[in-house]
Protein backbone atom coordinates (compact mmCIF):
# COMPACT_ATOMS: atom_id res chain seq x y z
CA UNK A 1 0.00 0.00 0.00
CA UNK A 2 2.47 3.04 -1.34
CA UNK A 3 1.49 6.47 -0.28
CA UNK A 4 3.93 8.50 -2.94
CA UNK A 5 5.77 7.64 -5.93
CA UNK A 6 9.00 6.69 -3.95
CA UNK A 7 8.19 5.34 -0.58
CA UNK A 8 11.18 5.63 1.58
CA UNK A 9 10.11 4.52 5.17
CA UNK A 10 8.00 1.08 5.27
CA UNK A 11 6.30 -0.02 8.14
CA UNK A 12 5.95 -4.04 7.41
CA UNK A 13 3.01 -5.82 9.89
CA UNK A 14 4.75 -9.02 10.93
CA UNK A 15 7.75 -9.87 11.32
CA UNK A 16 7.69 -13.73 10.51
CA UNK A 17 9.50 -15.03 7.55
CA UNK A 18 7.28 -13.30 4.98
CA UNK A 19 7.68 -9.70 6.74
CA UNK A 20 11.65 -10.77 7.63
CA UNK A 21 12.38 -11.37 4.14
CA UNK A 22 10.36 -8.37 2.81
CA UNK A 23 12.22 -6.05 5.10
CA UNK A 24 15.53 -7.49 4.32
CA UNK A 25 15.10 -7.04 1.05
CA UNK A 26 13.86 -3.40 1.25
CA UNK A 27 16.74 -2.48 3.56
CA UNK A 28 19.18 -3.49 1.54
CA UNK A 29 17.34 -1.41 -1.53
CA UNK A 30 18.70 1.68 1.23
CA UNK A 31 14.53 2.21 2.46
CA UNK A 32 13.93 2.57 6.25
CA UNK A 33 11.61 -0.27 7.39
CA UNK A 34 10.05 -0.97 10.65
CA UNK A 35 8.77 -4.44 11.25
CA UNK A 36 5.72 -4.56 13.89
CA UNK A 37 4.76 -7.99 15.26
CA UNK A 38 2.58 -8.90 18.25
CA UNK A 39 4.82 -11.66 19.84
CA UNK A 40 7.54 -10.55 21.81
CA UNK A 41 9.95 -12.09 19.47
CA UNK A 42 9.98 -12.48 15.50
CA UNK A 43 9.59 -15.72 13.56
CA UNK A 44 5.45 -16.46 13.71
CA UNK A 45 4.91 -20.10 12.72
CA UNK A 46 8.83 -20.28 12.78
CA UNK A 47 9.08 -20.99 15.88
CA UNK A 48 11.31 -23.57 18.60
CA UNK A 49 9.91 -23.36 22.36
CA UNK A 50 12.33 -24.68 24.85
CA UNK A 51 11.85 -25.55 28.00
CA UNK A 52 14.66 -26.32 30.71
CA UNK A 53 15.35 -29.92 29.46
CA UNK A 54 13.79 -29.86 25.98
CA UNK A 55 13.39 -28.16 22.59
CA UNK A 56 10.52 -28.26 19.92
CA UNK A 57 9.94 -26.60 16.32
CA UNK A 58 6.34 -26.22 17.15
CA UNK A 59 5.83 -24.75 13.96
CA UNK A 60 7.69 -25.53 10.43
CA UNK A 61 9.52 -28.65 10.75
CA UNK A 62 12.38 -27.85 7.79
CA UNK A 63 12.84 -26.12 4.71
CA UNK A 64 14.06 -27.80 1.46
CA UNK A 65 15.63 -25.31 -1.67
CA UNK A 66 13.77 -24.83 -4.48
CA UNK A 67 14.76 -21.79 -5.92
CA UNK A 68 18.56 -21.61 -7.17
CA UNK A 69 18.83 -18.52 -5.98
CA UNK A 70 18.46 -18.93 -2.29
CA UNK A 71 21.20 -22.03 -2.17
CA UNK A 72 24.18 -19.40 -1.50
CA UNK A 73 22.30 -18.02 1.14
CA UNK A 74 21.47 -21.15 2.74
CA UNK A 75 25.13 -22.70 2.42
CA UNK A 76 26.05 -19.58 4.17
CA UNK A 77 24.04 -20.36 6.58
CA UNK A 78 25.39 -23.55 6.94
CA UNK A 79 29.09 -22.72 6.94
CA UNK A 80 28.03 -20.14 9.69
CA UNK A 81 25.71 -22.68 11.80
CA UNK A 82 22.74 -21.01 11.26
CA UNK A 83 21.20 -24.05 9.72
CA UNK A 84 22.25 -27.65 9.09
CA UNK A 85 21.18 -30.45 6.50
CA UNK A 86 18.95 -32.53 8.28
CA UNK A 87 19.01 -36.05 7.00
CA UNK A 88 16.52 -37.74 8.65
CA UNK A 89 15.30 -41.17 8.11
CA UNK A 90 11.86 -40.12 6.59
CA UNK A 91 9.22 -42.35 7.17
CA UNK A 92 5.33 -42.67 5.96
CA UNK A 93 2.96 -44.57 8.30
CA UNK A 94 -0.39 -45.35 6.74
CA UNK A 95 -2.63 -48.60 6.90
CA UNK A 96 -0.70 -50.13 9.94
CA UNK A 97 2.33 -50.16 7.55
CA UNK A 98 5.53 -47.97 8.35
CA UNK A 99 7.75 -47.43 4.95
CA UNK A 100 10.73 -45.87 4.95
CA UNK A 101 10.19 -42.78 2.24
CA UNK A 102 13.21 -42.94 -0.63
CA UNK A 103 13.11 -39.35 -1.52
CA UNK A 104 16.52 -37.65 -1.44
CA UNK A 105 15.41 -34.01 -0.94
CA UNK A 106 17.75 -32.34 1.11
CA UNK A 107 16.04 -31.35 4.01
CA UNK A 108 17.56 -27.78 6.06
CA UNK A 109 16.76 -26.95 9.65
CA UNK A 110 17.59 -23.78 11.92
CA UNK A 111 20.59 -24.47 14.61
CA UNK A 112 20.32 -24.93 17.16
CA UNK A 113 16.53 -24.61 16.19
CA UNK A 114 14.24 -23.41 13.14
CA UNK A 115 13.78 -19.85 15.52
CA UNK A 116 17.32 -18.98 14.18
CA UNK A 117 16.36 -18.42 10.78
CA UNK A 118 14.22 -15.65 12.09
CA UNK A 119 16.90 -14.49 14.23
CA UNK A 120 19.06 -14.41 11.06
CA UNK A 121 16.09 -12.74 8.40
CA UNK A 122 16.29 -9.98 11.55
CA UNK A 123 19.64 -8.96 12.04
CA UNK A 124 20.28 -5.39 11.55
CA UNK A 125 16.62 -4.77 11.46
CA UNK A 126 14.37 -2.35 13.25
CA UNK A 127 11.98 -4.86 15.08
CA UNK A 128 8.80 -3.86 17.33
CA UNK A 129 7.89 -6.52 18.70
CA UNK A 130 5.33 -6.77 21.16
CA UNK A 131 2.74 -4.19 19.10
CA UNK A 132 -0.05 -5.54 18.28
CA UNK A 133 -1.20 -3.33 15.77
CA UNK A 134 -5.11 -2.21 15.62
CA UNK A 135 -5.40 0.36 12.39
CA UNK A 136 -3.47 0.98 9.45
CA UNK A 137 -4.50 4.77 9.05
CA UNK A 138 -3.42 6.90 5.48
CA UNK A 139 -3.35 10.45 5.70
CA UNK A 140 -1.46 13.87 4.63
CA UNK A 141 1.45 12.73 6.67
CA UNK A 142 1.76 9.45 5.38
CA UNK A 143 0.74 5.97 6.98
CA UNK A 144 0.43 5.75 10.65
CA UNK A 145 0.21 1.92 12.39
CA UNK A 146 -1.41 2.36 15.43
CA UNK A 147 -0.90 -0.33 18.04
CA UNK A 148 -3.35 -1.92 20.93
CA UNK A 149 -1.15 -0.36 23.93
CA UNK A 150 -2.02 3.02 22.54
CA UNK A 151 1.44 3.63 20.49
CA UNK A 152 1.51 5.24 17.06
CA UNK A 153 4.38 5.47 14.37
CA UNK A 154 3.86 7.86 12.36
CA UNK A 155 5.55 9.37 8.63
CA UNK A 156 5.55 5.68 6.53
CA UNK A 157 5.33 6.10 3.16
CA UNK A 158 3.85 2.49 2.46
CA UNK A 159 2.71 -0.49 4.17
CA UNK A 160 3.05 -4.11 3.84
CA UNK A 161 1.07 -6.45 5.91
CA UNK A 162 2.66 -9.54 6.32
CA UNK A 163 -0.14 -11.60 8.12
CA UNK A 164 -2.15 -14.18 7.81
CA UNK A 165 -5.05 -13.58 5.72
CA UNK A 166 -8.09 -13.46 9.19
CA UNK A 167 -5.32 -10.61 10.44
CA UNK A 168 -4.53 -9.23 7.21
CA UNK A 169 -8.29 -8.53 6.55
CA UNK A 170 -8.81 -6.60 9.60
CA UNK A 171 -5.79 -4.44 8.60
CA UNK A 172 -7.26 -3.58 5.33
CA UNK A 173 -10.19 -1.95 5.78
CA UNK A 174 -9.80 1.29 4.10
CA UNK A 175 -8.60 -0.75 1.41
CA UNK A 176 -11.95 -2.80 0.49
CA UNK A 177 -11.00 -4.07 -2.66
CA UNK A 178 -7.52 -5.17 -1.14
CA UNK A 179 -9.29 -6.72 2.28
CA UNK A 180 -12.32 -8.75 -0.36
CA UNK A 181 -9.94 -10.20 -1.38
CA UNK A 182 -7.80 -11.22 1.04
CA UNK A 183 -11.03 -12.70 3.01
CA UNK A 184 -11.34 -15.00 0.35
CA UNK A 185 -8.29 -16.88 1.25
CA UNK A 186 -9.15 -20.37 3.11
CA UNK A 187 -6.40 -20.97 6.25
CA UNK A 188 -7.07 -24.12 7.60
CA UNK A 189 -6.30 -24.66 11.17
CA UNK A 190 -3.57 -27.98 12.80
CA UNK A 191 -3.19 -28.80 15.72
CA UNK A 192 0.74 -29.07 17.03
CA UNK A 193 1.72 -31.33 20.30
CA UNK A 194 4.80 -31.32 21.60
CA UNK A 195 6.02 -34.52 23.64
CA UNK A 196 8.69 -35.33 26.01
CA UNK A 197 9.55 -39.22 26.28
CA UNK A 198 11.64 -40.76 29.44
CA UNK A 199 13.65 -42.36 27.06
CA UNK A 200 13.93 -42.62 23.63
CA UNK A 201 10.98 -44.05 21.65
CA UNK A 202 12.81 -46.24 20.03
CA UNK A 203 11.14 -45.71 16.60
CA UNK A 204 12.87 -46.44 13.17
CA UNK A 205 12.54 -43.38 11.52
CA UNK A 206 13.33 -39.91 12.78
CA UNK A 207 10.35 -37.69 11.16
CA UNK A 208 7.13 -39.46 9.45
CA UNK A 209 4.31 -38.20 6.76
CA UNK A 210 1.36 -39.77 8.54
CA UNK A 211 -1.63 -41.07 5.82
CA UNK A 212 -5.18 -41.60 6.21
CA UNK A 213 -5.16 -39.84 10.10
CA UNK A 214 -6.21 -36.81 11.80
CA UNK A 215 -2.68 -36.94 12.11
CA UNK A 216 -0.27 -35.83 9.59
CA UNK A 217 3.16 -35.67 10.64
CA UNK A 218 5.94 -36.78 13.77
CA UNK A 219 9.42 -35.82 14.05
CA UNK A 220 11.75 -36.38 16.81
CA UNK A 221 13.45 -32.85 17.53
CA UNK A 222 16.60 -35.03 18.64
CA UNK A 223 17.50 -35.97 15.40
CA UNK A 224 17.94 -32.43 14.18
CA UNK A 225 19.94 -31.26 16.86
CA UNK A 226 22.12 -34.58 16.62
CA UNK A 227 22.71 -34.32 13.04
CA UNK A 228 22.82 -37.88 11.08
CA UNK A 229 20.01 -39.26 12.79
CA UNK A 230 19.52 -40.48 16.41
CA UNK A 231 23.31 -41.06 17.29
CA UNK A 232 24.13 -39.47 20.75
CA UNK A 233 20.21 -39.03 21.56
CA UNK A 234 19.63 -39.32 25.44
CA UNK A 235 16.54 -39.38 27.00
CA UNK A 236 15.90 -35.57 27.56
CA UNK A 237 16.78 -35.22 24.24
CA UNK A 238 13.84 -37.25 23.15
CA UNK A 239 11.14 -34.56 22.05
CA UNK A 240 8.47 -35.05 19.32
CA UNK A 241 6.35 -32.86 17.66
CA UNK A 242 3.21 -34.15 16.79
CA UNK A 243 1.42 -32.65 13.65
CA UNK A 244 -2.42 -33.08 12.95
CA UNK A 245 -3.80 -32.66 9.86
CA UNK A 246 -6.33 -29.26 8.64
CA UNK A 247 -9.27 -32.11 9.72
CA UNK A 248 -9.38 -31.75 13.44
CA UNK A 249 -9.80 -34.78 15.89
CA UNK A 250 -13.02 -33.99 18.05
CA UNK A 251 -13.82 -36.36 20.84
CA UNK A 252 -16.60 -37.76 18.16
CA UNK A 253 -13.15 -39.51 16.82
CA UNK A 254 -11.78 -41.15 19.88
CA UNK A 255 -12.43 -45.04 20.50
CA UNK A 256 -15.05 -44.88 23.73
CA UNK A 257 -12.90 -44.33 26.63
CA UNK A 258 -9.70 -42.96 24.89
CA UNK A 259 -9.29 -39.28 24.70
CA UNK A 260 -8.56 -37.94 20.99
CA UNK A 261 -5.01 -36.83 20.12
CA UNK A 262 -5.77 -33.09 19.90
CA UNK A 263 -4.87 -30.90 23.33
CA UNK A 264 -7.93 -28.82 22.59
CA UNK A 265 -9.86 -27.05 20.11
C1 LIG B 1 2.64 -26.78 12.53
C2 LIG B 1 3.23 -26.18 11.28
C3 LIG B 1 4.22 -26.88 10.58
C4 LIG B 1 4.78 -26.35 9.42
N1 LIG B 1 5.79 -27.03 8.80
C5 LIG B 1 6.42 -26.46 7.75
C6 LIG B 1 7.57 -27.08 7.17
O1 LIG B 1 8.01 -28.14 7.61
N2 LIG B 1 8.20 -26.46 6.14
C7 LIG B 1 7.74 -25.25 5.65
O2 LIG B 1 8.35 -24.72 4.71
N3 LIG B 1 6.65 -24.64 6.18
C8 LIG B 1 6.01 -25.21 7.21
N4 LIG B 1 4.92 -24.58 7.77
C9 LIG B 1 4.43 -23.35 7.16
C10 LIG B 1 5.31 -22.17 7.54
O3 LIG B 1 5.58 -22.19 8.93
C11 LIG B 1 4.57 -20.90 7.16
O4 LIG B 1 4.20 -20.95 5.81
C12 LIG B 1 5.40 -19.67 7.34
O5 LIG B 1 6.13 -19.68 8.55
C13 LIG B 1 4.46 -18.48 7.27
O6 LIG B 1 5.21 -17.30 7.39
P1 LIG B 1 4.50 -15.89 7.29
O7 LIG B 1 5.54 -14.87 7.53
O8 LIG B 1 3.72 -15.82 6.02
O9 LIG B 1 3.39 -15.89 8.43
P2 LIG B 1 3.57 -16.04 10.00
O10 LIG B 1 4.73 -16.88 10.34
O11 LIG B 1 2.24 -16.45 10.52
O12 LIG B 1 3.90 -14.55 10.47
C14 LIG B 1 2.91 -13.58 10.59
C15 LIG B 1 3.28 -12.70 11.76
O13 LIG B 1 2.33 -11.65 11.81
C16 LIG B 1 2.13 -11.33 13.17
N5 LIG B 1 0.86 -10.60 13.26
C17 LIG B 1 -0.38 -11.01 12.85
N6 LIG B 1 -1.29 -10.05 13.07
C18 LIG B 1 -0.61 -9.01 13.62
C19 LIG B 1 -1.01 -7.71 14.08
N7 LIG B 1 -2.29 -7.28 14.00
N8 LIG B 1 -0.07 -6.90 14.60
C20 LIG B 1 1.23 -7.31 14.70
N9 LIG B 1 1.65 -8.53 14.30
C21 LIG B 1 0.75 -9.36 13.75
C22 LIG B 1 2.14 -12.68 13.87
O14 LIG B 1 2.45 -12.55 15.26
C23 LIG B 1 3.23 -13.42 13.11
O15 LIG B 1 4.49 -13.33 13.74
C24 LIG B 1 4.33 -25.10 8.93
C25 LIG B 1 3.34 -24.39 9.62
C26 LIG B 1 2.80 -24.92 10.78
C27 LIG B 1 1.74 -24.14 11.54
Not at 217 to 227: E, F, L
Request: proline share 7%; with cysteine.
Amino acid sequence: MAGALSPRRIAIVGAGVAGLEAARRLAVRGLEVAVFDKARRPGGRVSTRRSESHAFDHGAQYFTVRDPEFEPRVRNWCARGVAARWDARIASIGRGACERKSDSTPRFVGVPGMSALARELSLGLRLECGRRVERLEQGPGGWRVLCDDGSAFVGFDAAVVAAPAPQATALLKSHPEMARRVAGVEMQPCHAAMVAFEESPGVPFDAAFVRDSPLAWVARNASKRTPGGSAGECARDAAGCIRGGARLPTSRDAPPGRAPLALRS
